[in-house]
């Protein structure tokens, strides 16, 4: 108890004003950072093979065949999940909704991979 109260009185007002600061731009930079595009669009892979290519701004339902079973993608007015899955621990359904850009649901017993896309393809790296 003595070295908390020892702690307490030396922080001076430059040291809570450097705090404070922090604290702004870290809230800040994080809201700007953090905050992507809507996608437009749902590309759909089956292992290394594309099923297909789906504008958001749909209401649809597709099935798709998977090496266990079939998976449900729901496409509803600009954002996307996966419903039904044959797979055990459901993680691909836990994930939700989906709609800003680069976001991904991966269903990795059924080897599904859904991807949200914008109008032209972004690139995380590039290799040399």
Do not use: A
């Amino acid at each position: 108890m003595k070295k908390i109260s020892q702690f307490i009185k030396k922080i001076q007002i430059g040291d809570l004003f450097t705090i404070f600061i922090f604290i702004l731009l870290t809230g800040y930079l994080s809201s700007i950072l953090w905050n992507f595009p809507q996608g437009e669009y749902l590309k759909i892979h089956m292992g290394k093979k594309e099923i297909g290519s789906f504008s958001l701004n749909q209401n649809m339902t597709k099935v798709i065949e998977g090496p266990i079973g079939k998976t449900e993608v729901i496409i509803d007015s600009g954002k996307v999940r996966i419903s039904k899955s044959p797979c055990t621990k459901k993680y691909c359904i836990h994930h939700g909704w989906i709609k800003k850009l680069n976001q991904t649901i991966v269903c990795v017993p059924n080897q599904i991979s859904i991807s949200i896309i914008g109008n032209q393809s972004d690139y995380d790296s590039l290799n040399y």
